[in-house]
């Protein structure tokens, strides 16, 4: 009932902690059996037989031992299906997280982060219930109450049937009422996710919106959300409910039945009181499975709806890698020219592709500019050199050999990126440039900062070196942001350096500094560069410049400006955009 195909692969694949934890709390039942049975015989003994204590000893310590041993088997058995859960949750979000990575920015762009990360953290987690509490006692529901008839009816055969024909009708409500709850279950979750997306993107927006006045309209926006999920949850916990209620009914009806039925045979003395006390004691223990069965679907379906955003994320086709196995990299592939042989991209979605049939060589050790206005290609062109993308057609190519087709890690080995906007961890300032290359020595370390102009700011920072950033690197401007990045590039000493000029103009004398600083980083290595400023696209060796999606030019400056055309037209926008 309600096993997911693909969450119960995942259970069979670490069956074995299930199996210890489904058969412990089989065989806790074998010991509550024995201990209904000796207690009966305890309490018929003293009250009835009025036996002496040293007759009831033996049973009172078996009663003791069979307690003792349920106890352990039944706490074994939690101990066991948590173990199994947190497994299958580790290889699940290990799973999703291979495979967000290998999605890599594209995708991740592409959805709200919020949703995103509800499904890694809570849609993991709520599993937890599916698999610890819900598939167990499916196997608890179906077999407990069928050793517990089993028990009774030889020795009391209409208490039997009476249980034999009440059994069925639990699972047949928790059908038809599970059905509903389900479907309900699921659109709460989807609500719930949806509506952490959209929160967390007002929160990110949240300047914006107060500058253009928006914030009431989105505080209202933000109301109806939380409404909408307030009455979802309402009507799942009103499903929930009415089937612990009728499942109650069922297994109070039951015992009364059974009850009244016993009373009635020992008052005409066809059932011995010891018997009579023993169907008593198992009978609440014959529906109880069942009955907690109804409460642990409910927690189980969350992780059900769950799974499913799980499943979608891990379907995700990553974009298709050529088998690395083709050859062995060559160290110094980085220090080699690149070339773009017919490279064409386009978005997944997009009509128009956002690089058409691109062909150039990027010469070894020198700087190669990309200017363009605009939505032109540049960061398309720069995304499939650091291959967060792959072409569509043509191939980028070292030495004859695709880049896509070298192992992804030892390639990205090659690069240093600096993006215009790095990204800062909610880390020290240490562990953010370590990142770049975590062995590296505090020598290393200082003349890094020493050559981005970091080191007055490390002494100003309270803690140094080991002050956390805050998310996102608060702590730091977007100038100190850059050569925080730089300083990665420095201590990284990849033979290859992709960089998308800052364009940020307010401080003169930082922005000398940041050109210093970029400009050594530059010497020796082959360097790809959005340029921004004319002194950085005047001094480049090659200039390429991207219109719509295609090289519209190519030399040096002195050669483009003599060709005239669409490069004087790009740095007179360039340098307006820049005044
Ligand atoms: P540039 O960096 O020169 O401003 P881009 O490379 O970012 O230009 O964009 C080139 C074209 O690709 C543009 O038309 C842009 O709209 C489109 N584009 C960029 N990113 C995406 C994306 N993630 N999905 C769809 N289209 C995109
Ligand atoms: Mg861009």
């Not at 295609?550 to 030399?555: E, F």
Request: charged share 15%.
């Amino acid at each position: 009932m309600n096993i997911d195909r693909r969450l119960f692969q995942l259970l069979k694949e670490e069956r074995t902690p299930f199996l210890a934890s489904i058969s412990a709390g089989i065989l806790a039942s074998v010991m509550l059996i024995a201990q209904a049975y000796f207690l009966s015989r305890i309490i018929n003994g003293a009250f009835i037989e009025k036996s002496g204590i040293e007759k009831l000893l033996i049973p009172l310590a078996l009663f003791a031992l069979f307690s003792l041993l349920r106890m352990a088997l039944n706490w074994f058995s939690h101990t066991e299906a948590n173990r199994g859960t947190l497994i299958i949750r580790e290889k699940l979000f290990t799973r999703l997280i291979g495979t967000v990575a290998a999605l890599g920015p594209l995708y991740t762009k592409s959805v709200q982060s919020g949703r995103l990360s509800t499904t890694l953290l809570k849609g993991v987690e709520s599993l937890d219930a599916y698999y610890s509490q819900y598939i167990p006692q499916i196997f608890f529901a179906l077999f407990t109450p069928l050793l517990i008839a089993g028990t009774i009816l030889p020795r009391d055969p209409i208490s039997g049937t009476i249980l034999l024909f009440s059994a069925p009708l639990i699972p047949i409500f928790m059908i038809v009422i599970g059905k509903s709850a389900s479907a309900m279950t699921e659109k709460q979750w989807k609500t719930m996710s949806r509506m952490s997306g959209y929160f967390l993107d007002v929160l990110q927006g949240l300047p914006t919106l107060k500058l253009f006045a928006q914030s009431q309209r989105q505080h209202n926006a933000l109301e109806e959300a939380g409404e909408t999920f307030r009455h979802a949850t309402l009507r799942v916990l009103k499903i929930a409910f009415l089937s612990s209620l009728t499942l109650e009914l069922v297994g109070t009806i039951g015992m009364a039945i059974i009850a009244v039925g016993i009373g009635l045979r020992l008052m005409t003395g066809e059932i011995t009181f010891q018997l009579a006390l023993f169907v008593l004691l198992l009978t609440p223990d014959f529906y109880l499975p069942l009955r907690q069965l109804g409460t642990k679907f409910h927690a189980g379906m969350e992780g059900v709806s769950a799974s499913k955003e799980i499943f979608a994320i891990l379907d995700q086709k990553a974009p298709a890698r050529l088998q690395p196995a083709g050859f062995t990299m060559n160290e110094s592939v980085g220090e080699r020219p690149i070339h773009c042989n017919n490279v064409t991209y386009t978005y997944p979605g997009s009509q128009e592709p956002a690089l058409e049939n691109i062909t150039i060589t990027i010469p070894s050790g020198k700087t190669t500019a990309i200017i363009g206005p605009s939505g032109s290609g540049k960061s398309t062109l720069i995304n499939l050199l650091l291959r967060f993308q792959e072409p569509d057609k043509g191939s980028i190519t070292v030495d004859d050999k695709p880049i896509h087709a070298m192992p992804l890690d030892a390639w990205q080995k090659q690069i240093s990126w600096v993006p215009q906007h790095p990204y800062l961890f909610n880390a020290t300032l240490r562990e953010n440039i370590l990142l770049a290359r975590p062995e590296a020595s505090a020598d290393e370390m200082a003349v890094a900062l020493q050559k981005t102009g970091l080191t007055n700011l490390v002494s100003q920072l309270p803690q140094g070196l080991d002050t956390v950033l805050g998310e996102e690197g608060a702590r730091l401007s977007g100038g100190e942001a850059q050569r925080v990045a730089l300083a990665r590039a420095f201590l990284k000493n990849a033979p290859l350096l992709v960089l998308d000029e800052p364009t940020s103009h307010t401080d003169p004398e930082l922005e000398a500094m940041l050109r210093n600083s970029i400009q050594e980083l530059m010497q020796g290595r082959t360097t790809i560069m959005i340029a921004h400023r004319l002194k950085s696209i005047r001094s480049s060796e090659q200039i390429i410049v991207v219109s719509q999606g295609k090289i519209a030019q190519c030399g040096t400056h002195d050669e483009l400006l003599a060709a005239g055309g669409f490069y004087r037209d790009v740095l007179l926008l360039q340098q307006e955009n820049a005044l």
